[in-house]
């Protein structure tokens, strides 16, 4: 959201800049350029700033050594935090030292804003406390003009130990306190040009993403492309956009790739409206058929049916599909069977329910799939398809069992969350 304050209307935003940033004194210095440049135009500016280049590695691997890795988990997050607490105070000096008013803020402040249960080494924030103290000790500098500079990673817990948040922290810190305030957009400034269309360590030549909704960014999180850390999305607010963009820009206001939306912080049970239907082509090598698999979709595609799921192994092909597509689909799919020399057989299984279980973290709740499926054995419900994808779990259930699938999911996902 844009702020007015009298008849002028301006930005509020919050610029993390990763340690590839920050590497040494001549990018520190053209990091602070940056923030001046857009602070001149009336931008109310919130830094977070990750440790110096390879600064957090460095503090663990020394620390570790010196310490027989027989260091406590408190101290060694005390530690830690001199990094990310050094290049702050180097920051916010390099904004004075241009003529503009710069609060470091301190983790031993008492309004430090991170409030954070005890988990060292793997904190996590507790968003309620994080917003209060944001709203009081932060904002009201923000609308003084002062750009405000906090370590990212670090956290601090209600007894006031030192805690940090693990790798991605610094993202987890630039999205709370851009919720919190509420901001107009985060920036972060990475070693990458934006959001690539695939890993460009693998493909030679990706694209870059000019936008990306943030359901599709959830199931690219875990590549090789360092942009944000999947657990920081947990935090993200769907109304304040994040942009993603290169630190040899020099230039807030550089084209890299935003990202739009959200995406659910808690673990949902998401019912499909329609009754759905099991489509199942068998036959001797059906699935490693180019042209069969081709034909197949083709058809679909040509149906207008969306594909709920799809599962392939070596003699069979299975689609998910809404039960209310048109029977000359069927027809069409059976008579490629007909004349296909790798297909056999053509069988339907009506009346199924899709359930889909997404949030984020899913991935991370040991023993769900496990847990989902002895409850629904437990009553006797039959699982007849189930796949896991990009922080969601699908499953096809009998439509009589639709209700009782989910309030048992509900109550297990529920279980599991604790």
Not at 33 to 50: F, L, N, P
Request: hydrophobic share 45%; glycine share 8%.
């Amino acid at each position: 959201m844009s702020v007015t304050k009298g008849r002028r209307k301006f930005d509020r935003l919050v610029v993390k800049f990763g340690g590839t940033s920050l590497t040494d004194g001549p990018s520190i210095s053209r990091a602070a350029d940056s923030i001046i440049k857009k602070a001149e135009k009336g931008a109310q500016m919130a830094v977070v700033v990750s440790a110096m280049g390879k600064t957090t590695d460095l503090l663990i691997n020394a620390a570790n050594q010196a310490c027989g890795n027989a260091i406590p988990a408190d101290e060694l997050d005390d530690i830690l935090a001199m990094g990310e607490s050094t290049s702050a105070r180097i920051f916010a000096a390099a904004i004075r030292a241009r003529g503009k008013d710069s609060q470091y803020i301190d983790p031993c402040d008492a309004d430090w804003p991170i409030v954070t249960d005890d988990t060292f080494n793997n904190a996590k924030p507790i968003p309620h406390a994080c917003a209060q103290i944001v709203k009081t000790g932060i904002k009201p500098l923000l609308e003084r003009g002062v750009v405000v500079v906090v370590p990212g990673f670090i956290g601090k817990t209600e007894r006031g130990e030192i805690t940090t948040m693990g790798r991605g922290g610094s993202d987890v810190t630039a999205l709370i306190l851009a919720r919190s305030l509420p901001a107009h957009q985060v920036i972060l400034v990475t070693d990458v040009e934006g959001i690539m269309s695939a890993d460009p360590k693998i493909i030679k030549a990706p694209q870059k993403l000019r936008e990306i909704p943030m359901d599709a960014l959830v199931g690219i999180a875990d590549s090789g492309t360092k942009f944000i850390h999947k657990k920081a999305l947990r935090y993200t607010s769907p109304h304040i956009d994040i942009k993603v963009i290169s630190n040899s820009s020099a230039d807030l206001d550089s084209e890299g790739t935003l990202i739009r939306g959200n995406f659910p912080s808690n673990i949902v049970v998401e019912p499909y409206p329609e009754p759905v239907m099991a489509v199942t082509v068998v036959g001797k090598l059906a699935s490693e058929s180019p042209r069969t698999l081709l034909e197949i979709l083709g058809e679909v595609g040509k149906a207008g049916a969306p594909i709920l799921g799809m599962s392939a192994n070596h003699d069979s092909l299975i689609l998910y599909l809404p039960i209310n597509v048109a029977e000359t689909l069927l027809e069409s799919l059976h008579s490629i069977v007909v004349r296909d020399e790798r297909a056999l057989a053509l069988a339907v299984r009506k009346d199924l329910a899709f359930v889909r279980v997404k949030g984020l973290g899913l991935e991370e709740t040991p023993g769900i799939i496990s847990s989902i499926s002895k409850a629904l054995n437990s009553v006797g419900v039959n699982i007849y398809g189930i796949f896991t994808i990009a922080s969601s779990i699908q499953m096809f259930v009998d439509t009589k069992d639709k209700e009782k699938a989910i309030r048992l999911i509900e109550e297990t996902v529920r279980a599991n969350a604790n």
